[in-house]
Structure formats: structure tokens, C-alpha cells
């Protein structure tokens, strides 16, 4: 798991008995990394808390590199904070997940840590006005303090944009686990023989 979230691509591809390839802009690199971080999540179950020989967990790490809200540093807090990932573990440098996203000022992930919430994965109850989404996943974003509300994805289908406002009252915590992912179970094909780019499927999971 720390071979991903450490950034050591070759290890995972070493594991997969896959060829590395280093093509392909930033966003297509960052995707790739994501991709390979949701296979181990999905397939081995790892430890999501668990800490390496300097101290520090995933998650940590992840924080610690998180320098703007575009990078794998970034994309890989959130991915973790789906999969249930504890946000106050204290063991590097004396510094926990928020101490990181304070010292870099990344006031984005910042808000997703202060706030129980943030970037959980969480069923929907008890709305009164949107009862049709009761019952719903939903992922947690930003909290806004001036209305008492957490901003929400609605659902968990790729490209999915509804968004909707909602209270702590009406959350419940639902972290992803390799028995209930909330997506399809995804597949690495290898490397495209034309572009380089890794290549991925995705597979409906079976009910």
C-alpha cells in the first residue's frame, strides 16, 4: 500500500508484471496513480492506518505532499478519506493530517479534515424536502460554517454532478471496504502499445 500512496509506481507495476511507462501529461499520470491505488484498495484490503518504519501512515504522507488541490498528493487524501482512513493519527514530526494541510495553507483539504464529515463516504436519512435521496451514497466536500451544511455529490456513478446541501444530522458514515466499494471493480489492461498510457477497465460488480 505505501508503494502507491509513496509515489514507487514500480513496485506496484513489479507486482502487476506490468512494463512502466513514464508518457502521458500530469492529469493522465495522477488518474493513473489513483487507479492503482482504488486496484490495491479494492483487491487486497490493506490497512488504510497502517504505519510504515519513519512513523507515518497513508494518509499522512498523502497531506504531507499535498501542496494544491491538483495533484496525487491530493487525489490520494480523498480516495483515502473514502476508504475510512483516520484523520487524527499523530506520528510524524509531531504533525497529523491537518497540521500538514495548515503548514501548506491548503485550505480545500484543510476544511475536509476539521470537519467530522468531510470527505467520507456517507448514506443519506431523514430529508425532508429531498426524501427521494434518502437512502442514497453521497460523498462529503466542503463544510460551510455560515450555513451549518456540508456540500455533497449525490450517488456514486463516474461523471455523476448532482450536488446537494445537507446537515451532519442527515449523514451517516459508510466507508468504502473491498466487501462494498461503491464502484465497479476495476481492471488494469497495461500500458497502450500507440499512446504508452496505462490502460483500465471498469466491470459492474455482481450482485
Same mark, same amino acid.
Given at each position: 500500500m505505501f508503494a502507491v500512496?509513496?509515489?514507487?509506481?514500480?513496485?506496484?507495476? @513489479?507486482?502487476?508484471?506490468?512494463?512502466?511507462?513514464? +508518457?502521458? +501529461?500530469?492529469?493522465? %499520470?495522477?488518474?493513473?496513480?489513483?487507479?492503482?491505488?482504488?486496484?490495491?484498495l479494492q483487491k487486497f484490503n490493506p490497512n488504510v492506518d497502517s504505519i510504515d518504519d519513519i512513523g507515518g501512515t497513508p494518509l499522512l504522507h498523502a497531506c504531507k505532499g499535498a501542496n494544491n488541490n491538483y495533484d496525487q498528493h491530493y487525489s490520494d487524501a480523498v480516495l483515502l478519506l473514502e476508504w475510512g482512513a483516520n484523520k487524527n493519527t499523530r506520528v510524524v514530526e509531531g504533525n497529523d493530517a491537518i497540521g500538514y494541510a495548515r503548514r501548506l495553507n491548503n485550505k480545500k483539504l484543510l476544511n475536509m479534515l476539521e470537519n467530522p464529515f468531510g470527505g467520507r463516504r456517507c448514506e443519506l436519512f431523514g430529508l425532508q424536502s429531498r426524501s427521494d435521496l434518502n437512502g442514497r451514497m453521497c460523498f462529503v466536500g466542503k463544510y460551510l460554517n455560515s450555513i451549518?451544511?456540508?456540500?455533497?455529490?449525490?450517488? =456514486? =456513478?463516474?461523471? @455523476? @454532478? =448532482?450536488?446537494? %446541501?445537507? %446537515?451532519?444530522?442527515?449523514? %451517516?458514515?459508510? +466507508?468504502?471496504?473491498?466487501? @462494498?466499494?461503491?464502484?465497479? +471493480?476495476? =481492471?488494469?489492461?497495461?500500458?497502450?502499445?500507440?499512446?504508452?498510457n496505462y490502460n483500465w477497465k471498469f466491470h459492474p460488480r455482481e450482485e
Open positions: 500512496f509513496n509515489g514507487e509506481v514500480e513496485v506496484v507495476l @513489479n507486482w502487476l508484471r506490468a512494463p512502466s511507462c513514464d +508518457d502521458g +501529461d500530469d492529469d493522465q %499520470k495522477i488518474e493513473g496513480h489513483k487507479y492503482f491505488a482504488l486496484l490495491l451549518g451544511r456540508y456540500i455533497v455529490r449525490i450517488g =456514486e =456513478e463516474r461523471g @455523476n @454532478n =448532482e450536488y446537494s %446541501k445537507v %446537515k451532519s444530522s442527515n449523514l %451517516k458514515r459508510c +466507508d468504502r471496504t473491498t466487501d @462494498n466499494p461503491g464502484d465497479d +471493480d476495476i =481492471e488494469f489492461l497495461g500500458p497502450d502499445p500507440v499512446t504508452n
